[in-house]
């Protein structure tokens, strides 16, 4: 492989290159999750001259507030060759905002450091069998006239405007239910297919007991994962008496200016990918 080889934007047609670079990291496909990735976010890869891609990486920025840094992978046979840190300079250097966040393994951490990501909170992965959803009727279906004051609960919380992420939530997720009260709209989740497993997020509300009802709502039979950030022991309690166990730890990270988000209300992400 060309060393020097540039990164370039990805379009939709390399989206069986990426799932072929995320096999070899012994990734899933993921065909739905990097389907809406390439509809919100802005896909880079660096080819390998042969018809491959070397590297590839995802930014999803939120107007010019925040950038999330996504599925930064580098085929194994070119491990230390510096193409993570290329690749994750090049995409730093074309996304124009003030602040950057991801999600980091274990493996990945050390080169987020070196570029001079910080640490600031931890996330668990749950999975497990999910029994279906409660009929407690505290949540409804999302409709069209909800979407205003999604959007807007979202923006307050997350410290960024997501208008094309929101826009997309109602098709993207297989459910999608509001809370209101006399006050409005009281908090928002979904849930939707990862390949064989649901993953139960975004959940986003004003306090925690609004949170597990829509979670208990929503959650569907069979495999399931949420990913719960550990400000959020309430979650995790109910992971557990549901008989979820935790599959692996990641460490929540930003860069540049501290991101003017409220983790006290955001529950469960739309997806780690996405912040």
């Known amino acids: 492989m060309d060393?020097?080889?540039?990164?370039r934007r990805l379009g939709i047609d390399d989206l069986a290159a990426c799932q072929r670079l995320a096999e070899d990291r012994?990734?899933?496909?993921?065909?739905?999750?990097?389907?809406f990735l390439f509809s919100v976010g802005d896909v880079y890869g660096i080819d390998d001259g042969e018809g491959e891609l070397a590297a590839a990486t995802v930014s999803t920025p939120y107007g010019g507030d925040v950038a999330a840094i996504s599925m930064?992978?580098?085929?194994k046979r070119y491990e230390r060759r510096g193409l993570g840190g290329r690749i994750m300079r090049h995409v730093m250097d074309n996304t124009e905002t003030k602040s950057f966040c991801l999600t980091a393994t274990e493996y990945g951490?050390?080169?987020?450091?070196r570029l001079g990501y910080r640490?600031?909170?931890?996330?668990?992965?749950?999975?497990?069998?999910?029994k279906g959803p409660s009929r407690r009727g505290v949540s409804?279906?999302?409709?069209?006239?909800d979407m205003p004051a999604v959007h807007a609960l979202d923006t307050e919380v997350f410290g960024a405007d997501r208008s094309r992420l929101v826009d997309g939530l109602p098709s993207f997720c297989e459910t999608f239910h509001v809370v209101r009260d006399e006050s409005g709209l009281r908090g928002?989740?979904?849930v939707w297919w990862n390949d064989s497993r649901a993953v139960v997020g975004p959940v986003t509300a004003e306090d925690g007991e609004t949170a597990?009802?829509?979670v208990e709502e929503i959650v569907p039979a069979g495999p399931i994962r949420l990913d719960i950030d550990h400000r959020h022991p309430e979650l995790v309690d109910w992971a557990r008496r549901h008989g979820l166990e935790p599959a692996f730890t990641t460490t929540v990270m930003e860069y540049g200016a501290p991101i003017a988000n409220d983790p006290s209300r955001l529950h469960l992400p739309v997806a780690q990918a996405l912040g």
């Open 119 to 130: 640490s600031v909170g931890l996330c668990t992965t749950y999975t497990g069998m999910g």
């Open 26 to 35: 012994d990734w899933g496909r993921e065909d739905r999750k990097w389907r």
């Open 72 to 75: 930064v992978l580098v085929a």
């Open 3 to 7: 060393g020097d080889r540039p990164a």
């Open 188 to 190: 928002f989740g979904g």
């Open 109 to 113: 951490r050390p080169l987020y450091e």
């Open 212 to 214: 597990l009802a829509l």
């Open 140 to 145: 409804v279906p999302v409709e069209a006239a």
